[in-house]
C-alpha cells in the first residue's frame, strides 16, 4: 500500500479501516437475544396482518431459535465483514432455511431494529440493577437492626459531631439506594415504549400491527412518533444518569469504608474476601473492593457525558453517531451491576468494632449539643445563651484535659448557676442518642421501626420491630 499513514494493521487499505471503523458486531452481539425477540415478534405480527406466509413464519421463527441456540452453545460464528448483530443474525438464517428468511426485513429497518433492542437490553439491566438494589438494601438493614445501639460519631466535616447510631448511619444508605430505585423505575417506564415499526424512519406503508409487536415484546405501548422513535437515545441517558447516580452513592459508602476500616479508625474490619494483603507490607489489609466501588463511578459519570455529547446537536434521525452508545453503556452497566455485588458482600461480611466506635463517639465533647439542649428545656434557657453557656463547658474540660463527663457539678455551677445534677442524664452518649426520638433521628427505637418500614416495603411482608435488648451490647468487642 502506497499510504504509510495507514501502517500496521491496516495494510490492507481503506476497506479494512472502514470495516475497523464500522462495525458493530465486536460489541453488539451482546443484543443477540434482544434481537432475536424482536424478529420473531415482527414474523408473527407479519403473518397475522398478512403480510408473511404462514409457513415462512414458521420456518423464520424455528431457523431464529436455532440461530439462538447456536449462538449460546458458542457454535455461532459472528463475521465483522457482516457489520452488525442483525446482519449477522439474519445472514444465518438464510444459510438454515432460505428463501423466506428475506421476507423478515419487510415493513421493517435497522434504525427501529436496534432502537428496540437496545430498549429491551437496557430494561433488562434496569431489572437486574433493580433487583440487587434490593438486596443491598436488605443487607443494610439486617445490619442496621444488628447496630442499632451501636454508638458511633456522626460527622459533619468529617469532625466529630454528635453521636448517632450505626444502624442508624446504614439506614441512610438504604434511603439514598430507595430513592435509585425510583430512578430506575421511573426510566424504565418512561423507556418502555416500542419503536418497532417505526421502520426506517417514516413508517411503513405495510398494514401491521405496532400494538401487537409492543405487547409481545412487553412494551406498554408503540411510541407514537415514527422519527422520535428511531432517533431518541433519552432512555440510555436517563438511565446512565440513574446508573451514575447511585455509583456516587456506592462511591460515598466506599469512601466511608476506606477510612473505618484504617488503623487510625478501627471502626470496622472488612473480610479477608474482600481485602487483600501488600506484597511487602505484612501488617497491612487493603480495601481493595472498596476502593474500587469508590472509583467506579469514573468510568459511569464518562459514559453519561461520552453519550450526552454524542447525541448533542444530532440532527433528526437516525445517524451511525448513534451506535456509540453502546460499548459505554455496556461498560457503565456491568460496572455498576459488579460495584453493587461487591458491596454487599462487604456489608454482610462486616466486622463492627463497637467499642472503637463508641470510644471515639465519646471524645470531642460531643454531647455539647446535649448540654445546651438541657438548659434550654431544663433551665428555660433561650438557645443561643445556652449556646454560649455551653461554650464555656466545654472550654473548661478543655482546659483541665478531661471529657464533659469528668466535670463536677460545681464545675458547671461555677459557669452557670442554673445547671443543676439532671445534667448528668445527659452526658453519656447513650443518654444523647436515645434522646434523639424526633421523627428521622438517630434514637434506637427509631432505628428498629425504620428498619421494619423498609423490610416490609422491600419484602412485602409485615414486619414487626425487633426488640431492643435491654442493657446495650455490654461487652463492646468485635459483633
Ligand atoms: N449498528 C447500528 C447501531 O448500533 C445499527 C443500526 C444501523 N442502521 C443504519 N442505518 N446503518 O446503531
Request: proline share 3%.
Amino acid at each position: 500500500m502506497s499510504n504509510r499513514m495507514w501502517g500496521g494493521r491496516f495494510t490492507s487499505g481503506p476497506d479494512a479501516i472502514m470495516e475497523e471503523i464500522n462495525a458493530s458486531i465486536g460489541f453488539d452481539h451482546r443484543l443477540y437475544r434482544q434481537d432475536i425477540a424482536g424478529s420473531i415478534a415482527h414474523a408473527r405480527m407479519l403473518a397475522e396482518a398478512g403480510i408473511l406466509a404462514a409457513e415462512d413464519r414458521d420456518a423464520i421463527v424455528s431457523g431464529l431459535e436455532a440461530v439462538q441456540a447456536e449462538i449460546e452453545q458458542q457454535t455461532f460464528t459472528f463475521s465483522r465483514a457482516l457489520e452488525d448483530i442483525h446482519m449477522n443474525v439474519e445472514s444465518r438464517l438464510k444459510e438454515l432455511i432460505g428463501e423466506p428468511a428475506g421476507r423478515l426485513h419487510t415493513a421493517r429497518s435497522r434504525n427501529d431494529q436496534i432502537a428496540t433492542d437496545f430498549r429491551l437490553y437496557v430494561r433488562d439491566a434496569i431489572d437486574t440493577l433493580s433487583a440487587q438494589i434490593e438486596a443491598l438494601q436488605l443487607a443494610l438493614v439486617a445490619r442496621a437492626e444488628e447496630e442499632a445501639e451501636t454508638i458511633m460519631p456522626g460527622f459533619t466535616h468529617l469532625q466529630s459531631a454528635q453521636p448517632v447510631t450505626f444502624g442508624h448511619h446504614l439506614l441512610a444508605y438504604v434511603e439514598m439506594l430507595g430513592r435509585d430505585a425510583g430512578r430506575f423505575a421511573d426510566a424504565r417506564r418512561r423507556l418502555n415504549g416500542s419503536p418497532l415499526g417505526a421502520a426506517a424512519l417514516a413508517g411503513t406503508s405495510f398494514p401491521i400491527d405496532r400494538q401487537m409487536t409492543a405487547e409481545a415484546l412487553g412494551f406498554d405501548r408503540p411510541s407514537a412518533n415514527s422519527l422520535d422513535a428511531v432517533s431518541d437515545r433519552d432512555f440510555v441517558l436517563e438511565t446512565l444518569a440513574a446508573a451514575s447516580i447511585c455509583a456516587v452513592h456506592l462511591s460515598r459508602f466506599a469512601e466511608e469504608l476506606v477510612i473505618w476500616s484504617s488503623a487510625q479508625f478501627g471502626f470496622v474490619r472488612l473480610s479477608d474476601k474482600f481485602s487483600t494483603g501488600s506484597s511487602i507490607m505484612p501488617q497491612k489489609r487493603n480495601p481493595d473492593a472498596a476502593e474500587l466501588v469508590r472509583a467506579k463511578i469514573g468510568r459511569i459519570l464518562g459514559a453519561l457525558t461520552s453519550l450526552i455529547v454524542v447525541m448533542k446537536g444530532l440532527p433528526l434521525t437516525y445517524s451511525k453517531d448513534m451506535q456509540e452508545d453502546k460499548e459505554v453503556a455496556f461498560d457503565a452497566l456491568d460496572s455498576l451491576s459488579l460495584s453493587l455485588a461487591a458491596m454487599t458482600g462487604m456489608v454482610g461480611d462486616l466486622e463492627v468494632n463497637r467499642e472503637n466506635m463508641r470510644e471515639a463517639a465519646s471524645s470531642g465533647f460531643s454531647t455539647a449539643t446535649d448540654i445546651a439542649d438541657w438548659l434550654v428545656r431544663v433551665a428555660n434557657v433561650p438557645f443561643r445563651e445556652a449556646h454560649h453557656i455551653t461554650g464555656r463547658v466545654v472550654a473548661l474540660a478543655e482546659q483541665r484535659g478531661i471529657g464533659l463527663e469528668g466535670l463536677t457539678i460545681e464545675d458547671f455551677k461555677s459557669i452557670d448557676e442554673r445547671i443543676d445534677n439532671r445534667i448528668h442524664k445527659v452526658l453519656g452518649v447513650e443518654n444523647s442518642v436515645k434522646s434523639r426520638t424526633s421523627y428521622g433521628g438517630t434514637a434506637p427505637d427509631n432505628v428498629l421501626a425504620q428498619a421494619a418500614r423498609w423490610k416490609e416495603a422491600l419484602t412485602g411482608e409485615k414486619a414487626e420491630p425487633t426488640q431492643r435488648k435491654s442493657g446495650g451490647h455490654g461487652d463492646g468487642g468485635i459483633a
